[in-house]
Nanobody
Framework: QVQLVESGGGSVQAGGSLRLSCAAS????????MAWFRQAPGKLRVGVAV???????SYADSVKGRFTISQDNAKNTLYLQMNSLKPEDTAMYYC???????????????????WGQGTQVTVSS
């Protein structure tokens, strides 16, 4: 059974930093596209950053230069380092991984069908 479990969310002031983690079990994250998505209240879920099996990464324009996606293959864990946080970064953040050909979500050349439960990030001004 595949499980993706996020942690590391919280409340910070603008300009602060947080690091989100996503621990995968029953699944080899390094062999699949992995990504972070976020959903703000009343808005659609959007892709934030993706890391592909070949190690290449892509970012949403709104977070380029501030966020970094990475993974620790030995720990089977995905990370999102978020620096210079802004109030508009406030959202629920979700970890996602490719499941297979019936995935319903597409982002940056990858598809996603496994999701974590989310971790809340709140940035105050």
């Amino acid at each position: 059974q595949v499980q993706l479990v996020e942690s590391g969310g919280g409340s910070v002031q603008a300009g602060g930093s947080l690091r989100l983690s996503c621990a995968a079990s029953g699944y080899t994250s390094s062999s699949n596209c992995m990504a972070w998505f976020r959903q703000a209240p009343g808005k659609l879920r959007v892709g934030v950053a993706v890391i592909r099996p070949d190690g290449t990464t892509s970012y949403a324009d709104s977070v380029k230069g501030r966020f970094t996606i990475s993974q620790d293959n030995a720990k089977n864990t995905l990370y999102l380092q978020m620096n210079s946080l802004k109030p508009e970064d406030t959202a629920m953040y979700y970890c996602a991984g490719r499941a297979g050909p019936y995935d319903k979500t597409w982002y940056a050349g990858c598809t996603f069908g496994y999701w974590g439960q989310g971790t809340q990030v709140t940035v105050s001004s």
